[in-house]
C-alpha cells in the first residue's frame, strides 16, 4: 500500500510472505524504509519463517517495530494477535507501534478506538501504547507521514536477541499458538452447537406439541445446551491447562469463559421467554417443587438458590455411590446433523409415587431397571445409525463419514460405561445379598452371576469394535459383527426382564439411616436444582388440592414458607429431646 510493490500477499490459511524485503516508501513528505517480514503464525516452513524472522529483527539497525493486525469487532481478538507478534521482542515493547488495519469496518469508529486502546490498558495497565488506525479509502501520504513521527522519536538501534532466547520465545509462541488453534476451534464448535439448538428451538415452534410438553423441551434445551458448552470447556482446559499454568497465560481461558456465558445467557433468555411461565417466578411451583434425580423425593424449595443442594440429610452408607440423571420425559438425539427430540416412556420410577413413599429401597432399584432400559434404548438406536450409515455409505459424502468411526465408538463406550456404573449400582443396594430362603438366595445369585457375563461380554464386545475396524463398516465383516451386537443386546433385555422379576426379592434394608439423625428424609445425595424438569402439573395440583396452577401460586404468595420450615424443624428438635 505505502510501497508500491507487488509481492506475493493475501489472506488465507498460510502465510505469503515467506522472504524479505527492505523496501522505500514511496509517499509522505519524508523517506524511509519497512522491512516486510514473514508471517509468525503459519504452519508452513515453521522453521525458516523463524530465522527468516530473526534476521530481520537483528540484522540492521531499526527505528521502530511496527505490528500489522486486522480490525475485529472481538477486541479481545486484536490483544490476542498483538500477544502472539510480541512474544520474540518483549524486552523491546518500547519501539512497538499497533497499526489496526480496515478500521472502515468499524460500525462506530472512535468509540471502538478508544474500547481497542481500554482493552490493552487493562491488560497492561503500567504500559503506554502507540496506535495507528487505518483503511485502503486513507490518504497514504497522510499514513506514511504519522509512520514517520514515530520514527523520528525513536533512536536507530540493533536489537539483541540471542539464539537461544529467541528459540525460547519461539517455543513459547508456538505453545501459545497451539492454544490459540485450540481456542478458534472451541469458537467454531460453540457456533455449531448455537445453531444446531436453534433449529431446533424452530422445529419445536413449527410442530403441535402441547404446551406442557413444549415447555419441558425448552427447559431441557436450555440445561443440554449449558452442558454441551461446558463439556467443550473442560476438554479444553484438560488439554491445555498444564501450558497456560507454565506460561501464566491464562487470558483464553477467561475468554472462552466469557464466551460461555455470554452464549449461555443469550439462549437462556431467547428460550424461556418461548415458555408459558417464567423460569426466574419465585411464586410459580413448576420451579419450587422439584424430584430428587437419585431417589426421586419430591421437595417444595422455600429458600435458597437455584444451584446445588442436597436431597434430605440421609447419610449414605453405600460403598459405591453415582450422580444421579435428570427425569426428563423426552431426551435428545441427533440425526443427520440435526437434534429432534424423542418421547422416553413412562417409567414406574416417574409415575408410582406410593411405591416411592412406601418402600425406598424398591423404588430405587426401579429406578435403576428404568435407568438401565433407556441405557438399552440408546444402545439399540446405535446399532439402528450404524446400519442405517452402513447402507447410505456409498450416497455419503467423504467428509461426511471421515469422523464417523470415532463418534460411533465414542458413543457406543458412553452407553457401556452408563451399563457398568449402573451395574455396579445395583450391587450395592442389596440386590444380590444372602436371603432368608435359599431357593431365593440362588434365584439372586444366578442372576447377579449372568448380569455378570452379560456385562463382560459386552467389554469385550467394545474392545472388538474398536480393535477390529468395524466402524471403517467394511462390508464383508459389518453384517456379521452387527449380529453380534444385536445379539448381546438382546441377552441384556432378558436380563433386564429377569431383574424386573428379582424386584420381590429384594426388600432388605439397605438405605437405613444413622439412628442419630432424626430429620433423615431423602437419599442426601447432592443435585442442581434448575437443571432438573418440572414435575407434571396434574400431581402439582393434585398436592395442593386445587385446580389451576394460578391458585397455587396465589398460596405460595399468601403464605411465609420459611416461617413453616422453622416451625417443622423446632417441632422435629422438641421431639428428638423429648
Known sequence: ????????????????????????????????????TPGVDSQVDTFKHAVLLKEALTGTPINTIFFVIKYDSRFDNILLDYLKLLTPVEKYSHKIVVMISHIDLSKSSNSDKKEINDVFKEEYPDKSFNFIFYSEKDDRSEIADIMHSYLFKMPAETLQISDEEFNLNFNIYEMKAKIKAAYDKFLRETKQIEDDYTNLIKDLNKSDINTQEKDEILHMSIVSFKNELEALTEQFIGTHGANMQELESYGFAVMMQKEKIKLCTEFTTNVSAMMSYSLLD??????????????????????????????????????????????????????ERRIQWQKIEETNARNNSQLQTNNPQRSEVIRIVSELQRTLRQMEQLLGDIRAHSVSQSQTSREETRGYPERAVLEFRHVYEQIGTLYEYIKTLGVFQRRRINRERRYAEDFASRFHHMYM?????????????????????????????????????HTLRRLDELLEYTLTDNMS??????????????????????????????????????????????NDYRQMRAEYERNIDSRRFT
Open 1 to 36: 500500500m505505502l510501497c508500491g510493490t507487488n509481492h506475493e500477499s493475501g489472506s488465507g490459511r498460510q502465510s505469503k510472505t515467506r522472504q524479505l524485503f527492505e523496501n522505500p516508501v514511496n509517499c509522505g513528505s519524508y523517506p524511509f524504509k519497512v522491512v516486510d
Open 282 to 335: 419465585t411464586t410459580d411451583p413448576r420451579n419450587m417443587i422439584k424430584r430428587c434425580p437419585h431417589c426421586q423425593e419430591v421437595w417444595f424449595k422455600v429458600t435458597g438458590c437455584d444451584g446445588s443442594t442436597s436431597c434430605g440429610k440421609r447419610p449414605m452408607n453405600r460403598a459405591y455411590d453415582i450422580s444421579g440423571k435428570t427425569f426428563w420425559r423426552f431426551t435428545f438425539v441427533r440425526v
Open 457 to 493: 461380554e459386552l467389554e469385550q464386545l467394545l474392545a472388538s469394535i474398536k480393535n477390529s475396524g468395524i466402524l471403517q463398516l467394511r462390508a464383508d465383516m459389518e453384517e456379521r459383527r452387527r449380529e453380534h451386537i444385536q445379539h448381546i443386546a438382546f441377552r441384556l433385555h
Open 513 to 558: 439411616q444413622s439412628a442419630s439423625d432424626t430429620k433423615g428424609v431423602g437419599c442426601g445425595k447432592s443435585f442442581v436444582w434448575k437443571d432438573q424438569p418440572a414435575v407434571e402439573e396434574e400431581k402439582i395440583k393434585e398436592l395442593f388440592q386445587v385446580k389451576t396452577i394460578e391458585e397455587i401460586k396465589e398460596i405460595i404468595r399468601r
